[in-house]
């Protein structure tokens, strides 16, 4: 019921930023929270940021104060403006969209490297 459409990842050197984007797509799903998740090689996935439609967010300690997500409610579009990165940054990046019945939707990943 759901598609996620991700677009900005790519290649960044340390200190730069990007800015992941990633649109919903739905028919009859009431999308109550949208975020990102990361995973490096032989790593767990982990929450990065998350966003629920009331604007209330949640960071993983790495990212808390260069990492920014917001939100539109009217597109269900979320976006992770990621400042200051880091080579630890560095991993695939997935959207997910809650829905009210609390199932997850992921997108299909997108690369991001942090490196010099």
């Known amino acids: 019921q759901v598609q996620l459409v991700e677009s900005g990842g790519g290649l960044v050197q340390p200190g730069g930023s990007l800015r992941l984007s990633c649109a919903a797509s739905?028919?009859?799903?009431?999308?109550?929270?949208m975020g990102w998740y990361r995973q490096a090689p032989g790593k767990q996935r982990e929450l990065v940021a998350a966003?629920?439609?009331?604007?209330?967010?949640n960071y993983a300690d790495s990212v808390k104060g260069r990492f920014t997500i917001s939100r539109d409610n009217a597109k269900n579009t979320v976006y992770l403006q990621m400042n200051s990165l880091k080579p630890e940054d560095t991993a695939v990046y997935f959207c997910?969209?809650?829905?009210?019945?609390?199932?997850?939707?992921w997108g299909q990943g997108t690369q991001v490297t942090v490196s010099s």
């Open positions: 966003i629920s439609r009331d604007g209330t967010t």
């Open positions: 997910n969209a809650r829905t009210g019945r609390r199932t997850d939707y």
């Open positions: 739905r028919s009859g799903a009431y999308i109550s929270a």
